[in-house]
């Protein structure tokens, strides 16, 4: 069987995301006709049905669920050998290291002030995500290492633990519930997180906020800022962790403790497969930051 087209693949996972055609032709800038026929060609070539086809909504089989996860896999891997070509052929060495603003305990300068010790140190990149994209950051070839808080998906990963911190609950200082401390998972009953999810079903990725169990407008929220605003007219809450909550100190905030949550963990990442002595250096300089950190 001849290798499978890297453009077939990549508009077989739009389609299986988007879980439609029409908006995955909007995704792709291309028509749809086209598109449905790379669709068929490609199950043509396997030999399988991978989707099946209604006049409102696309279903995956349980084979294209299978091509779904390792297309996507080959096409991080494809794109990770691209950009990281790129980035070894460039003219002085650059460390990139992916990170979510704010989400790092702390420890960036102090990580940061021990590489630049190390023989073999050089420029540090920074690149900024979001919440939860450090990971997929070091897997599409965008970042050689990341402070990652967990949980996050290791696949093909390893990790260095850091830091632990406790998580804390922002919410409205006029809000009853800041004249408990500690409080309990409990006590957040009727509160949910963005999606719905029950906020008393914690724990959920470090940054995470819920609507108030009042009635009021679903809220979409795009960073840090965003969220303390909302946290402040008594919109949402958020679990942040404790290093977090000490650079955003707001009269209209109350940081509350919650008994039965676990700490924010975080952790350095990087791909499975680097050798290279930089980024060996930067693990070495990140443990020497965490050793020497004050404990939480």
């Keep these: 069987m001849n290798g499978l087209d890297l453009r077939r693949l990549e508009y077989f996972v739009a389609v299986a995301e988007e879980r439609h055609f029409g908006r995955a032709a909007e995704r792709l800038r291309m028509t749809q006709p086209p ?29 294209g669920e299978v091509l779904l996860r390792d297309a996507r ?19 002085s060495p650059t460390l990139r290291v992916a990170l979510k603003a704010d989400l790092d305990a702390g420890l960036l300068p102090a990580i940061l002030a021990a590489f630049a010790g190390e023989p073999e140190a050089c420029e540090v990149e920074l690149v900024l995500v979001g919440i939860g994209e450090q990971a997929q950051a070091l897997r599409d070839g ?21 830091a632990a911190e406790p998580t804390l609950l922002a919410l409205a200082a006029a809000d009853p519930l800041a004249a408990l401390d500690p409080l309990r998972l409990a006590d957040l ?13 914690f724990p959920a990725e470090p940054g995470s906020a819920r609507t108030s169990a009042r009635p009021s407008r679903r809220h979409t929220v795009a960073d840090l800022t965003e969220i303390l605003r909302l946290v402040e007219v008594g919109s949402m809450v958020a679990f942040l962790p404790r290093s977090v909550t000490r650079r ?40 020497k930051a965490a050793a020497s950190a004050p404990v939480a």
């Excluded at 598109?35 to 409102?56: C, K, N, P």
């Excluded at 896999?73 to 003219?91: I, N």
């Design 35 to 63: 598109l449905s026929r790379a669709v068929q060609q490609l199950e043509d070539q396997l030999g399988v049905r991978l989707l099946t086809r209604t006049t409102r909504r696309v279903e995956l089989t349980p084979a």
């Design 73 to 91: 896999t080959a096409l991080d891997a494809v794109a990770a050998a691209e950009r990281r070509t790129r980035h070894a052929a460039a003219p």
């Design 142 to 162: 965008r970042a050689d290492a990341a402070i990652v808080p967990a949980p996050y998906d290791a696949a093909g990963l390893d990790a260095e633990p850091l």
């Design 189 to 201: 009953a009727g509160y949910v997180l963005p999606g719905g999810r029950p906020a008393d079903q």
């Design 248 to 287: 955003y100190p707001r009269p209209e905030i109350a940081y509350r403790a919650v008994a039965d949550v676990p700490d924010s963990e975080f952790s350095l990442a990087w791909p499975q497969q680097a050798t290279s002595r930089t980024v060996v250096a930067f693990v070495r300089a990140a443990e």
